[in-house]
């Protein structure tokens, strides 16, 4: 079988699509037929090996995994001896971040307690776009409790994997949301269902006095104080971090500020693919809430091309992968 590989850290370079073995399931263990994966950042900084403290479990000086992509839909094609669970043809999906990667590859060797049914009115193309990005966007919603009806959210850095997923929720439970971002991505941010877009090279929206009940911050590029600033009184904030050091202050600082000034600040201890979350985000999918924007679809062999424009930071939406 194809699948695509990688035998070192380093930047998308060290990528490459080879002819492998087809896997063979241990107990409680499932082959999965992949009918279609994604691209995330979190693959991104898996092919980099950082941050450099993951290397403790994915392999010090080398990667233990070959395997690359977390996102998965498909069908299960092979069980181990004592998977009950499921059935060879069952449709399923997964966020296999902590489950050994490899979705990029026309079979992904999975423990079956990762698999989660795959409602059979959502296309494997759709359903492959949303578990790692849509569940990071759920639960960092739902750290601020619940969006009201009317609240004024500010969503920053809306444009990569998590932010057009964390607009529509937002939308979804009536809330007014302006989007931050590149200017070249405004157009396709509107096209998301923002109400007001911001370029973060000519304006800075934590500037200038404006206020807003909850902050999303998904580009980790600010302090505490500066994200204190843009909070309404009784305001709620939260960072989708992706530096240590950004979490430590968020996770230390946050709650020390949000009670000295009347707001809930902090960040969120993330757990990837929970299947209530998976039902959750096929439930949104399923009543239109939120629809995933695919910026490309790409052939299992033209993966690493796929890489580089996740890399490129030009996609408007999620990168498929169709072996
Ligand atoms: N517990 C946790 O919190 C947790 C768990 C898992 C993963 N993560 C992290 O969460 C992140 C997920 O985000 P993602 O996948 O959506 O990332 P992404 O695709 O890189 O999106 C980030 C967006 O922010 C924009 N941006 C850059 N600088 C900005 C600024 N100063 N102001 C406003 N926007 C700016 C980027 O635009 P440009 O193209 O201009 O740079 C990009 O569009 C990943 O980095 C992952 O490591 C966190």
């Known amino acids: ?137 759920l639960q960092s919603l739902r750290a601020v409790g619940p969006v009201r009806p009317g609240e004024r959210v500010l969503v920053n850095g809306a444009g990569g994997c998590v932010g057009p997923f964390a607009v529509q929720m937002a939308k979804a439970r009536g809330a007014v949301v302006t989007a931050v971002d590149h200017g070249d991505k405004l157009d396709f941010l509107r096209e998301v269902g923002a109400d007001e877009v911001v370029d973060y090279t000519r304006e800075d929206v934590m500037r200038g006095g404006r206020r807003f009940d909850v902050v999303l911050d998904i580009a980790d590029t600010r302090s505490v104080l500066a994200l204190r600033r843009c909070l309404a009184p009784g305001g709620r904030c939260v960072l989708v971090a992706r530096r240590i050091s950004s979490y430590a202050e968020k996770a230390l600082l946050g709650p020390v500020v949000g009670r000295m000034t009347g707001t809930r600040m902090g960040t969120f201890m993330w757990r990837p693919n929970q299947r209530a979350d998976l039902d ?23 993966a690493v091309e796929a890489f580089r424009r996740l890399e490129s930071g030009a996609a408007r939406g999620k990168l498929l992968i169709i072996p």
């Open 280 to 302: 959750e985000l096929a439930g949104l999918l399923a009543s239109g809430a939120v629809r995933p924007r695919i910026d490309r679809r790409y052939d299992l062999d033209d």
């Open 1 to 137: 079988m194809r699948a695509v590989v990688r035998d070192e850290y380093g930047p998308v370079d060290v990528l490459r699509v080879a002819t492998v073995e087809p896997p063979d399931p241990g107990p409680g263990e499932v082959v999965v037929r992949v009918r279609a994966a994604s691209l995330n950042m979190a693959d991104l900084d898996h092919l980099l090996g950082r941050p450099r403290a993951a290397r403790v479990a994915t392999g010090l000086f080398r990667p233990t995994n070959r395997g690359v992509g977390v996102d998965v839909a498909g069908t299960v094609e092979v069980l181990g001896p004592d998977v009950t669970a499921f059935r060879p043809g069952d449709r399923v999906w997964a966020d296999l971040f902590d489950s050994g990667h490899g979705s990029l590859a026309d079979r992904v060797l999975v423990p079956a307690s990762a698999l989660s049914p795959l409602p059979g009115d959502l296309p494997f193309d759709v359903a492959a776009a949303v578990p790692h990005s849509g569940s990071l966007a």
